[in-house]
């Protein structure tokens, strides 16, 4: 049974960038904001209005207009777990984005605390939301029954550990289907009340076109008392394709 999570002894910088042409070749940009159970009301509501205001908005790549369209879903939604599903297999979307529990590496939380898409890596875990504490397994049928399209995508998980959790099950998901996508995922606890600081500047960095190493430092600096660290899984390691430019 694992009580603790490997966690890797160097932060080792990414290199590159996202792959802004295959995001912004159809001239739209779309991103699925997911904001799990019982994440902190404030944060929801202050991260609202600069979404409303993105969504609808223009930016210009290579001289061509792209139309930035947010889709935001909290547990307040009919199904957010299938409307998560259906993200990450619509082609049409670019940015997925989960911020929440991690249940402790049994998968995201959406309506309830039991309303998990299961993505674990089949490790033996605590679940230490009630006691005495109960051993689980953290399996992945949510995400092995999941088909990831064969299109550039980035997957963003901001939830405790999810690189120790979640970055196994997920990869392994991404080759079998073959798809090119950028996993991005977080060492040690993240601290929820300031995670739309990090969801945001992810997202204002890719609106300048930022590279990773820069994302990367930015997520890195809202620490707020504690400590994370982003990881990015390029693409073309977890799929064995290179993704045209």
């Given amino acids: 049974m694992r009580r603790t999570v490997q966690r890797a002894p160097n932060d080792t910088l990414p290199i590159g960038s ?22 902190p009301r404030d944060t929801i509501i202050g991260s609202l209005p600069i979404f409303t205001t993105l969504n609808g908005k223009k930016l210009f790549y290579k001289g061509l207009p792209v139309t930035i369209e947010v889709g935001m879903i909290t547990q307040i939604d009919k199904n957010p777990k299938n409307i998560f599903k259906m993200a990450l297999e619509d082609p049409t979307v670019d940015i997925v984005i989960y911020s929440g529990h991690a249940r402790y590496g049994g998968g995201m939380a959406f309506s309830s605390l039991n309303d998990i898409f299961k993505c674990g890596n089949g490790d033996f875990i605590e679940d230490r939301h009630k006691k005495p504490y109960k051993i689980i397994k953290a399996t992945s049928e949510d995400l092995d029954s999941t088909i990831f399209p064969n299109n550039y995508k980035i997957v963003f998980l901001n939830c405790c550990d999810s690189d120790g959790h979640f970055r196994e099950s997920w990869k392994r998901r991404f080759f079998e289907c073959g798809s090119p996508i950028e996993l991005l995922t977080v060492e040690y606890p993240v601290f929820n009340f300031y995670d739309h600081k990090r969801v945001l500047n992810l997202l204002q960095n890719m609106l300048t076109f930022a590279d990773w190493k820069t994302i990367k430092s930015h997520y890195d600096s809202e620490i707020y008392k504690r400590r994370n660290r982003l990881i990015v899984d390029s693409a073309y390691k977890s799929s064995g394709k290179r993704v045209k430019k």
């Fill in 18 to 39: 996202p792959n802004y042409e295959a995001m912004f070749g159809d001239g739209k940009l779309r991103i699925a904001i997911f904001w799990g159970y019982d994440h």
